[in-house]
């Protein structure tokens, strides 16, 4: 279970809504009973509860633990008639809890229930919670951090008892307490009753307090009215006024999606369990980069200085601090966090996180591969003694993405150098793996020539290839370089993604050989249902096209490329002196997609269950009720069920779903626009929701420009503006470089010169002004522009011919 | 400023007020204060003021008290018997309150917070109110403490909450609203909010503490460390008293203006002559500008007045490392100890003294124990980042060193020293990153410049120019181990500037020569400065540099001869053109 990450029994400390949780177990299984316990009807009631108890152990929604009253609010979802009945107990039980003895009591209770070791000797009427069960294992944990509590620890658990209850009766309708008094329900009445009288006393002096706090507190501070004071407190800052108004707009910003509950709220004065903590951490991590600029900056800032305070030697939260800033542009936020993760990681490596980012989508696969860890840099123990080496070069190969990402390339190269140079002297063969592909990344986005000029001649990683080759051949042999190396060391991910790479290099070299022959689907055995359903739909799609390609239409698509331009571009776009024929992208592409065949089993199992049991604990609170346990809801809508967590690690979805882009890509390129918009269909339908948004904005740009050529622009503007609601939050997004297009397009067609020139011009305004970013941007507004200028017969004149192509040179030459 | 005896008075109600009220340190500070003004000549005889300085703690208390005018009582003598002393504080006469407050203030004063609160319950005498509440704060604080070691959990420990504070909050702003607050409520709430983190509020609420009640030092200490900014610093608003020069003194120090607060100090000094304080603070702002020598001497002075003293010894031990006092270091480690051990200072004296004899895990230990005695004590955590550099163990080292600059950002050394790590571990490109704060905040430190410029210079990065100019800055910057020319003028010389190498190595010459050094810089110097000058045909200079040259023995002196005999050849050939 959560073994791997919590090593020391001191991880697992015993809080009120872990006690509430030992209570429902003992519910759940009480000892001595029949197969179907007391106060259940039903073996489906039972196992519901059951069901509950293990989301409970497992959820990974937010940082801080449930209050009672949220408890008491998801039990009588699930309660149904019983709802009273457990409400009363559990309110009951814990505040029968009022002294110390009454814990230990309560301890030895619970070990009662746990069966023994030996399970063939159980008695089959009885019901006995096995203790390897993933509820016998959290009983188990409990037991165990009790018997280890000091006498401090289990008077702070009192008093935290105390209060646990004490807020949950301020804002608790008083049925629960009408129903006290009917004990005829309780299997244990008799041990009940001899508690009776001090119960209400405790009662009465809880509902006294709490009047005359709340009667103080309205006076003075509303802020706080009930609950989680200690924490509304501590972020009650200076500027309060402020901050409130903040967190308030960006979970409106956000209230449609799945996570304004875990954000805007404090739920609860204690933190979850490590490992949960460490899920919500990560699906955050994952949200962050899938919704970019559209997540909510200070509302996670401020959970993440929460949960910093509670739990300061989390360095975690610095990562995630760093994407947090990296994501909205914050330049000086994420150099600081990235310096404080890497300079604090060293003493606490065991579970830390890695990720990296970078602009183009091959090294979102790479960061993703890191982060979820299986093979992270460093998820791999490295050898007794050294075992804090890794760290640096991971710091270094960070920021040169980070450098990357804000568009400084000098800054990146040198970093990215100094992390070769690092890892090979610490030998750190992984690393200097990924920081290989980082740089030949780096390469292919920028131009070699300007990287070339910008190194200098000493001190770069692939000086020794000498000066011989061509810049493109330069960047084929790094990446042949990196891909044997990843090959050896098993980094299967890092492998896919420079197929991936080396396919999308292969593109960018135009050699018009047209062998259609890989059509590959092996793969999809492992994908979930619904995959498989659009997979099925689309291969029968499939085999009508492949008719349909000859290659007599090719040539004319060829030409029509020349006009036209392709509409989507990945990399430079020179033409090219090496020779790489379709077979070998397609083969690439093949050998990327086939290697995720290997990930079905050895996903990362435990964040897996946690985001389970979060949907599941959601859907309780959905209004349509239970959608697990309604039996024949079959008319789920799609978009639900792909909400449902599937069980394949959302990189390696990721990595697959980027196949199909440049598998489109490369369709595109070699003339087949239905298979282009095919695969692309697939991306957006499959893969839409482990992707980025960025990504999702490509495809979704792409499908517009298919429909713009075959349907017209009628249908093409209608899409255009689902997609534009779709993705209304991304800046500078394709989404608003595919209406220029269209417009631009739209507007040459119909022969308004002037109005193209000025769609030309805004174009060219999107790019930024420095020099070696947004290349392909720039290529594309001069290229347009271009295209405006021979529309309007203006070739003949001197200045604006040279003016042309000097537009559609320089970017490509780089500078 | 007043006059030093309204001081004298002001202050000696002072340290009744805040005593009765269980104000310990900001009582201490103002007796201090007191016993640091000098007495006025005219009323005493040549023998008293002759003891003022060097004279045993003793003696000068005796004089004090013989010199008062009011009859300062001593400090056996209840305040009951002496109503006269109550001044301008309102006090309740209510014999039975009155008793419950003795018992009370009793309690306190054996540090049983919660009891004295409960004796103190129903009281309503302002003084009874408040210790009530004090006593409550403190009791929380108490708890506070505890519970930071008993609730770490897996992940570090969680900031414990004074669980006080909500109560207290919610009684002090009544009070507030019914104006029945007197400064020293005020003081307390103030603590209050800044516990809470209303820092604003906190602000506000302290300066009409200090304005109304001005000698309350530790209400000016919780407001300085609420302004961490220049601008917070300018915005307060306060009455003009020699208390705010003490306040702005301390703040002025802790924004790294150390001229300004210098200044002040000094100007305090006019009244406060004999001050321990500010002799010590004064020490502080001489060690911020590297003044050890003055600073050592400050020290000793006030070693000799008050021999027990332990606060800020900690900087008198780095001074005597940085100069290397052996046997100085042990003595002041010996004497804090047998004072008590238990305090950061002490260990972290005793650190520095392993440190110095090369013993670094000793130091290191020590070190680790001044922070566990307190965790949040900077120079400790810096220091012991230095310990690990030397054994080597960066990545120790690092992690101390972020923790130091998560403390206090403003800590250049921690800066410098995560940059000196990570160059150790040869990312001198990552390094750059710390140099560029550490530079940032101490820009007037040649050494920082010198770092960082060595950084830009290493094979890997070899960013020439960048190292030149930060040479450069080194230079302006009163570069004390003169290494900056040197390096410029080889710069230049590496990239072929040999007009603007000559042009460094003058300057290092004249350098040297000012200071009077010798070595083998000025060798390298004089040889190229004689070689350059014959390639220029300035052939009188070459002489003058070549016949220095010849002072030396070795090969510079055969190099200088055959030197000359070039330059002579060449005017021959000059002259005489063949």
Redesign the interface.
């Given at each position: 279970m959560a073994t791997g990450i919590?090593k020391?029994p001191?991880?697992?400390?015993l809080t009120p809504h872990k006690i509430s949780i030992c209570i429902l177990v003992q519910v759940y299984a009480p000892p001595s009973q029949n197969s179907t316990p007391f106060p259940f009807s039903s073996v489906s009631q039972h196992n519901r509860l059951g069901i509950f108890i293990l989301s409970l152990t497992k959820v990974s929604e937010g940082i801080f633990e449930p209050t009672l009253d949220e408890l008491i609010a998801q039990l009588s979802e699930i309660g149904g008639l019983l709802n009273h009945w457990l409400n009363d107990h559990l309110t009951r039980r814990l505040s029968s809890l009022a002294s110390p003895d009454d814990l230990f009591n309560f301890f030895t209770d619970l070990r009662g229930i746990l069966g023994g070791s030996d399970s063939n000797v159980m008695d089959d009427d009885q019901i006995m919670l096995d203790p390897n069960s993933n509820i016998g294992m959290f009983t188990r944990r409990c037991l165990l951090a009790f018997n280890q509590m000091?006498f401090?620890?289990i008077c702070?658990l009192l008093t935290n008892i105390g209060t646990y209850c004490k807020d949950a009766l301020s804002s608790y309708p008083p049925c629960g307490i009408s129903h006290l008094d009917d004990p005829t329900d309780d299997p244990n009445a008799s041990l009940e009753f001899e508690n009776m009288e001090m119960e209400n006393f405790i009662y009465e002096k809880a509902s006294d307090d709490d009047d005359e706090e709340s009667r103080?507190g309205i006076g003075?501070i509303p802020f706080h009215g009930h609950g989680s004071?200690?924490f509304s407190?501590?972020?009650?800052?200076?500027?309060?006024s402020s901050r409130p108004r903040l967190e308030h707009m960006d979970t409106t910003a956000l209230s449609s999606s799945d996570m304004s509950k875990g954000i805007g709220s404090v739920n609860g004065t204690f933190?979850h369990t490590?490992w949960q903590?460490q899920g919500y951490l990560s699906e955050q991590a994952n949200a962050i980069e899938k919704l970019g600029s559209s997540f909510p900056l200070n509302a996670f800032e401020s959970t993440l200085r929460k949960l910093q305070?509670?739990?300061?030697?989390?360095h975690r939260v610095h990562f995630l601090r760093y994407l947090n800033s990296l994501y909205h542009d914050d330049y000086p936020g994420a150099?600081e966090n990235l310096?404080?993760y890497f300079?604090?990681s060293?003493?606490t490596m065991a579970c830390s996180i890695f990720s990296i980012w970078s602009k183009n989508e091959l090294m979102k696969q790479v960061a993703s591969a890191i982060f979820h860890g299986t093979e992270g840099l460093e998820y791999v123990p490295p050898p007794s003694g050294c075992s804090?080496l890794g760290r640096?070069e991971s710091?270094?190969l960070c920021?040169g993405m980070m450098h990357f990402h804000f568009g400084h390339p000098k800054q990146a190269l040198?970093?990215l150098t100094?992390a070769v140079?690092?890892s090979q002297?610490y030998s750190d063969d992984t690393c200097l793996a990924y920081t290989l592909v980082a740089i030949s990344n780096l390469y292919s986005e920028i131009g070699i020539s300007k990287m070339s000029r910008i190194i200098g001649s000493?001190?770069w990683p692939v000086a020794g290839m000498g000066t011989s080759l061509s810049a493109q051949q330069q960047l084929f042999v790094l990446l042949q370089r990196s891909l044997k190396r990843a090959e050896s060391y098993k980094l299967k991910r890092l492998v896919a993604s420079i197929h991936l790479e080396i396919a999308k290099y292969d593109l960018t070299v135009r050699v018009f050989l047209f062998v259609l022959v890989q059509i590959v689907f092996v793969f999809i055995s492992w994908v979930t249902g619904a995959i498989y359903l659009v997979a099925i739909l689309v291969s029968a799609r499939l085999s009508g096209v492949r008719a349909f390609v000859p290659q007599a239409a090719f040539v004319i698509q060829i030409s029509e490329i020349h006009v036209q331009r392709p509409l989507l571009s990945f990399g430079p776009k020179a033409s090219l002196k090496l020779r790489t024929c379709p077979p070998n992208v397609h083969k690439e592409i093949w050998l990327s997609s086939h290697l995720i065949n290997e990930f079905g089993d050895e996903s990362s199992v435990m964040t897996i269950e946690g985001a389970f049991c979060t949907a599941w604990l959601k859907n309780l609170k959905n209004p349509t009720g239970s959608l697990i346990f309604t039996e024949g809801n079959e008319n789920r809508n799609v978009f639900q069920f792909c909400a449902q967590p599937s069980s394949v690690p959302g990189s390696v979805l990721q990595l697959l779903g980027s196949s199909y882009l440049v598998r489109a890509a490369s369709w595109e390129m070699y003339g087949s626009a239905p298979l282009a918009r095919m695969n692309a269909l697939v991306y957006a339908t499959c893969f839409a929701d482990s992707s980025s948004l960025s990504d999702a904005a490509l495809a979704y740009s792409k499908l517009i420009q298919h429909l713009a050529v075959y349907k017209g622009y009628k249908e093409a503007f209608a899409a255009l503006k689902i997609a534009e609601e779709k993705f209304l939050c991304v800046s500078k997004s394709r989404i608003l470089l595919a209406k220029l297009q269209l417009l631009h397009e739209c507007a040459l067609h119909r022969g308004h010169l002037k109005l193209a020139q000025q769609l030309c011009d805004k174009l060219g305004v999107l790019a930024s002004p420095v020099t070696g970013v947004d290349l392909e941007l720039k290529t594309e507004a001069s290229l347009r522009n271009a295209r405006t200028l021979l529309a309007a017969n203006q070739y003949s004149q001197p200045l604006y011919g040279s003016d042309v192509l000097k537009m559609v040179v320089q970017p490509l030459c780089g500078g | 400023m007043a006059s030093k005896e309204t001081c004298r008075t002001e202050l000696r109600y002072a340290v009744r007020h805040l005593s009765d009220r269980g104000l310990y340190s900001a009582s201490r500070w103002a007796a201090e204060q007191l016993m640091g003004i000098e007495q006025d000549p005219s009323k005493h005889t040549p023998s008293h003021t002759r003891f003022q300085r060097g004279s045993s703690s003793i003696r000068r208390r005796f004089r004090t008290a013989d010199s008062s005018t009011s009859g300062t009582p001593s400090a056996g003598v209840s305040y009951v018997t002496t109503p006269s002393m109550i001044g301008v504080e309102d006090y309740d006469y209510d014999p039975i309150d009155n008793d419950f407050y003795l018992l009370g203030k009793s309690y306190f004063d054996c540090r049983e917070y919660r009891r004295a609160a409960h004796v103190l319950r129903d009281q309503t005498g302002k003084k009874a109110v408040f210790l009530r509440c004090y006593a409550l704060y403190l009791a929380g604080e108490k708890r506070k403490e505890e519970e930071m070691i008993e609730l770490e959990g897996p992940l570090g420990k969680s900031d414990a909450v004074n669980k006080e504070l909500g109560s207290l909050e919610r009684e002090l702003s009544t009070l507030r609203k019914n104006g029945t607050i007197d400064p020293f409520f005020l003081y307390v709430y103030g603590l209050v909010l800044k516990e809470k983190g209303s820092e604003n509020l906190a602000r506000a609420i302290l300066t009409e503490s200090v304005n109304s009640y001005p000698w309350n030092w530790s209400a000016w200490s919780e407001l300085q460390a609420l302004c961490t900014t220049i601008e917070s610093l300018n915005s307060l608003n306060l009455n003009n008293h020699y208390m705010k020069d003490f306040f702005l003194a301390n703040a002025y120090a802790e924004l790294r203006m150390h001229n300004e607060s210098l200044s002040k100090y000094e100007y305090l000094q006019g009244t406060f002559t004999f001050s321990n304080y500010i002799q010590a603070q004064i020490a502080k702002a001489q060690y911020n500008l590297r003044e050890f020598e003055q600073v050592e001497v400050i020290f000793e002075e006030l070693l000799r007045n008050d021999p027990y003293r332990i606060e800020d010894m900690d900087m008198y031990s780095n001074v005597l490392y940085a100069k290397e006092c052996f046997s100085a270091l042990s003595y002041l480690a010996h004497r804090v100890f047998l004072t008590d051990k238990y305090r950061p200072e002490s260990c972290c004296i005793v650190g520095n003294y392993y440190s110095l004899k090369g013993q670094h895990e000793k130091s290191v230990m020590y070190f680790r124990r001044a922070l566990k005695l307190n965790k949040n004590y900077l120079t400790a955590w810096t220091l012991m980042g230095h310990e690990y550099v030397e054994m080597k163990n960066t990545s120790a080292a690092v992690d101390a060193y972020r923790r130091a600059v998560d403390i206090n950002p403003c800590d250049y050394r921690a800066w410098y020293g995560l940059g000196q790590a990570y160059e150790m571990m040869g990312m001198p490109f990552y390094a750059l990153h710390y140099f560029k704060k550490s530079v940032f905040l101490q820009p007037n430190d040649s050494r920082l410049w010198i770092a960082m410029a060595q950084c830009y210079e290493t094979e890997q990065l070899h960013m020439l120019e960048e190292a030149i100019k930060c040479y450069k800055r080194a230079a302006n910057c009163n570069d004390r181990e003169a290494i900056a020319l040197n390096q410029l003028a080889k710069l230049h010389l590496k990239l072929g500037r040999s007009e603007e190498a000559a042009l460094y190595y003058q300057r290092d010459l004249e350098r040297m020569e000012a200071e009077e050094r010798e070595g083998p810089n000025m060798v390298e110097a004089l040889m190229f400065l004689a070689r350059h000058c014959q390639t220029k045909k300035r052939f009188d200079e070459a002489e003058v540099y070549c016949t220095r040259l010849l002072d030396y023995t070795g090969p510079e002196k055969e190099t200088a001869k055959s030197l000359l005999r070039g330059i002579r050849y060449e005017r021959d050939v000059e002259h005489f053109p063949p």
């Open positions: 919590s020391s001191v991880s697992f400390t000091p401090e620890g702070h103080m003075r004071k200690a407190e501590l972020i009650e800052d200076g500027d309060s933190l490590n903590v305070k509670l739990a300061p030697d989390l150099l310096h404080r300079d604090y060293g003493v804090t640096y710091a270094l920021l040198e970093v100094e140079r690092v002297q000493s001190s | -």
